[in-house]
């Protein structure tokens, strides 16, 4: 776990302060009546924002807290841009 500055999703300044704990694996020993595995699994990785504010925006902690668990959507003109990279047709047949 480590301590850091995130920018704010909502208007891009430096300014939220959070504890960050970082993706794990950990390993757990599964056993039947005549196997035993080892199986990986999975924690995500979680944002504990330590401002009960943004300073810039006024959005809340649960706002913030919410919109980086979800992360960000790109927008239209995103979407259409990595399309015309990709060489996907752009006009849908009715």
Known sequence: MEELT???PFCGKITIKCIHKPQTTYFRKARGSAISKTMAFYSKEKYQILVD????????KKEIEKRL??????SNEEIIRRMKEAGLPLKIKG
Do not use: A
């Open 6 to 8: 995130l920018e704010c």
């Open 69 to 74: 668990k979800e992360g960000k959507q790109p």
């Open 53 to 60: 504010k943004c300073p810039n925006c006024g959005k809340s």
